[in-house]
């Protein structure tokens, strides 16, 4: 069964529950109310009949009496009511009307009466006649009438239990009639809502489908008013998240294809240089005197391509955390010293100068190795994108913490360019791909994850044509192990 037909009998059968028991209590609470109505009817006709027809001896208080044409002529009214009249003395035998053959009051009735208790019969007893014959089931009402205390006559007045039902048959009806007109509106509105809901699921559904498609742009209006809502407005998060996963993913791949083929290219050209210098020395077409330069030149570019691919290896190493530091506490500024003093050559090369300034010791908390591998590459890269400029490298102690800064002169960054600088295979300027150094595009992602290793910090400030700084914070130990601690889970 379909979820609308489903919804659709859930309401019907909800709102026919509903109009079925208001019905049932309705008609039960009219059936009593009918029979309350007659039984005050009865006992004001009570009231009436007694004061017409009783009569209290002036000389004796104690005689009862009686006016029977009062009653005659009350019971010829009564009788036109549909309404039967039988009066009993305080002995509880009947004093009206006589031609009228019936018990006498139950003694339980009677004892009720006599504690001047007005008694209704809901289930009345068949009244049999002086000719033999059963008269029509009634309904009474028992009321005692006292004088000086004293219990003087019982007014039984009856009414035709079959006229009442036949007030209350006929509200039935209209009771009736009033239902199936529900039943009819029920139906309409349980479709109406049915169709409302479903239409809502299908509409989620075909954008589902669209997602399936591999279409992520889908985005569906919420008025978050329900769960319904509340299930598009995930789905609307979900698509966004595909969206983004989806864009990521292609701008993963554009730069897995870029340094692929950067990749290829630099490995192509040392192994070629090499190749071909092999076999002019197999050939002996390179002359003696030249060897030594070609063995140079074959050393340089082996070790262009072990930088190619020690750098994809440290990088796989550091995302998936099989880097181990050795983390001890050293003098940051004998680190760098021989940074400037390895660099020197390659800021000659480009006409920069190189400069450290520090302290004569400035204690870091961080893995000696790793720390000068960060170090390199920030200064290496600066070195790459100045020319005739000014690097100049920087240390001190900050509150917890130790601050190395590197900054240039050089070309800068854009804004685009400061967002991706830290992502892998991405390059500033993809134009330098024949450089010795940032083949790859990998050195500065991996400065970045080096840093968050050492649970420090790196940031960079750049200004187009102006320059650049890089700033690394290697907070000391104690804070390196409060972090540890943070990052430990807990059971």
């Known amino acids: 069964?379909?979820?609308?037909?489903?919804?659709?009998?859930?309401?019907?059968?909800?709102?026919?529950?509903?109009?079925?028991?208001?019905?049932?209590?309705?008609?039960?609470?009219?059936?009593?109310?009918?029979?309350?109505?007659?039984?005050?009817?009865?006992?004001?006709?009570?009231?009436?009949?007694?004061?017409?027809?009783?009569?209290?001896?002036?000389?004796?208080?104690?005689?009862?009496?009686?006016?029977?044409?009062?009653?005659?002529?009350?019971?010829?009214?009564?009788?036109?009511?549909?309404?039967?009249?039988?009066?009993?003395?305080?002995?509880?035998?009947?004093?009206?009307?006589?031609?009228?053959?019936?018990?006498?009051?139950?003694?339980?009735?009677?004892?009720?009466?006599?504690?001047?208790?007005?008694?209704?019969?809901?289930?009345?007893?068949?009244?049999?006649?002086?000719?033999?014959?059963?008269?029509?089931?009634?309904?009474?009402?028992?009321?005692?009438?006292?004088y000086n205390h004293k219990l003087v006559a019982v007014v039984v007045m009856g009414a035709f239990v079959s006229d009442i039902n036949t007030s209350v048959n006929q509200i039935n009806r209209n009771l009736i009639r009033a239902l199936l007109l529900s039943c009819i509106v029920a139906i309409v509105a349980s479709y109406i809502l049915a169709r409302?809901?479903?239409?809502?699921?299908?509409?989620?559904?075909?954008?589902?489908?669209?997602?399936?498609?591999?279409?992520?742009?889908?985005?569906?209006?919420?008025?978050?008013?329900?769960?319904?809502?509340?299930?598009?407005?995930?789905?609307?998060?979900?698509?966004?998240?595909?969206?983004?996963?989806?864009?990521?993913?292609?701008?993963?791949?554009?730069?897995?294809?870029?340094?692929?083929?950067?990749?290829?290219?630099?490995?192509?050209?040392?192994?070629?240089?090499i190749n071909g210098l092999l076999e002019g020395m197999a050939y002996d077409a390179i002359p003696e005197e030249s060897k030594e330069e070609s063995i140079e030149l074959m050393r340089s570019e082996t070790s262009r391509l072990i930088r190619l691919v020690n750098e994809n290896l440290d990088y796989e190493k550091i995302r998936s955390n099989q880097i181990a530091l050795n983390l001890h506490e050293f003098n940051a500024v004998d680190a760098l010293h021989n940074i400037v003093e390895q660099l020197k050559q390659k800021a000659d090369d480009k006409g920069d100068s190189l400069n450290l300034e520090a302290a004569k010791e400035v204690p870091v908390f961080a893995d000696y190795d790793r720390f000068v591998q960060i170090m390199f590459n920030i200064t290496q890269n600066a070195i790459q994108f100045t020319d005739n400029g000014q690097v100049t490298l920087s240390a001190q102690r900050g509150y917890e913490e130790t601050i190395v800064k590197v900054a240039d002169t050089g070309m800068g960054m854009t804004e685009h360019q400061l967002a991706n600088i830290w992502e892998r295979y991405y390059k500033a300027d993809p134009s330098r791909k024949n450089t010795k150094y940032g083949e790859s595009g990998l050195g500065l992602s991996i400065v970045h994850q080096l840093v968050q290793l050492h649970h420090g910090k790196i940031s960079v400030t750049s200004k187009a044509g102006v320059g650049t700084t890089f700033t690394v914070i290697f907070p000391d130990q104690h804070q390196t192990n409060s972090e540890r601690v943070k990052e430990t889970p807990t059971d």
């Open 1 to 146: 069964m379909k979820l609308m037909y489903q919804q659709m009998l859930g309401f019907f059968a909800a709102i026919m529950i509903i109009l079925v028991l208001m019905g049932v209590s309705y008609s039960q609470m009219t059936r009593r109310m009918v029979y309350s109505n007659t039984w005050n009817s009865l006992e004001k006709y009570s009231n009436s009949l007694i004061e017409q027809s009783l009569r209290i001896s002036s000389q004796d208080p104690k005689t009862v009496n009686f006016d029977t044409t009062a009653l005659a002529n009350s019971e010829q009214l009564l009788q036109n009511q549909a309404v039967s009249t039988t009066i009993y003395s305080a002995t509880n035998q009947i004093v009206f009307p006589a031609n009228v053959y019936q018990q006498s009051i139950k003694p339980a009735d009677w004892k009720k009466l006599k504690n001047n208790q007005i008694i209704h019969k809901v289930v009345d007893r068949q009244v049999r006649n002086k000719n033999g014959r059963v008269s029509p089931a009634m309904t009474e009402v028992m009321k005692p009438y006292f």
């Open 196 to 273: 409302y809901y479903t239409s809502r699921i299908n509409r989620l559904r075909t954008a589902t489908n669209q997602v399936a498609k591999g279409n992520y742009d889908v985005q569906m209006a919420s008025r978050n008013r329900d769960e319904i809502d509340d299930l598009i407005n995930d789905f609307n998060g979900m698509t966004h998240s595909l969206k983004a996963s989806q864009d990521e993913i292609q701008r993963q791949e554009e730069r897995r294809r870029e340094f692929m083929a950067n990749a290829s290219h630099e490995m192509r050209t040392p192994l070629t240089t």
